[in-house]
């Protein structure tokens, strides 16, 4: 009752980055998993496909986390945050989350089918988010606003793969 009454979208972040064992947390909230005897997850997926990839872009780097080891891959070097989206506070806030749709493990059903399944997924993932940032005292919020096409190229994303959602992540700017 207590996170789902402070769960909110927040735009005003500051730059302090998120410690490791934290970030860690959230991913792991996110869509880690939760049963290993069946590998299943945190977050549910149509079919069990699992298709949401999490990217983290940070100033470091952009890395993808790997749920089955609980581990980041890091995919390229340098600093992208500015790409993951339109409005300014995105090349500054410590950590974008972007939601990446792997349509290749989606194994049936037609391209609408895999848009709707996809969408529905990642909601659930982004709203786990949500309710982890809710207890942390994190700010976030989910960012539809996004040029796809132009930030599938520079994250060197395949055609199957599609981005689906980001979402912002940071501490509340401290008020003056
Ligand atoms: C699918 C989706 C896309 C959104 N896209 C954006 C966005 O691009 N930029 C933004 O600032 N907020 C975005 N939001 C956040 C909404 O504006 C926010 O959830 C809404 O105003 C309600 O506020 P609350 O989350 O605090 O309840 C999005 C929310 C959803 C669910």
Redesign the pocket.
């Given at each position: 009752m207590q996170v789902l009454k402070s769960r909110?979208?927040s735009?005003d972040f500051s730059t302090d980055s998120i410690p490791l064992p934290v970030l860690s947390n959230l991913l792991w909230a996110a869509c880690g998993v939760n049963r290993t005897e069946s590998g299943k997850r945190t977050s549910p997926s149509a079919m069990n496909w699992q298709e949401i990839d999490l990217y983290i872009v940070t100033a470091s780097g952009v890395f993808r986390y790997d749920a089955k080891t609980h581990a980041l891959e890091q995919i390229l070097t340098g600093d992208i945050r500015e790409r993951t989206g339109s409005?300014p506070f995105v090349k500054e806030v410590p950590v974008n989350l972007v939601y990446v749709a792997d349509y290749a493990r989606m194994s049936r059903g037609s391209d609408e089918d895999k848009m709707l399944y996809s969408a529905a997924d990642a909601g659930f993932i982004s709203e786990n988010v949500y309710l982890f940032c809710a207890s942390e005292g994190l700010a976030t919020?989910?960012?539809?606003?996004v040029d796809r096409s132009e930030l599938a190229k520079v994250m060197k994303l395949r055609p199957d793969q599609k981005i689906i959602?980001a979402q912002s992540i940071g501490y509340p700017k401290k008020s003056e």
């Open positions: 909110q979208s735009r409005q919020v989910v960012r539809g606003s959602l």
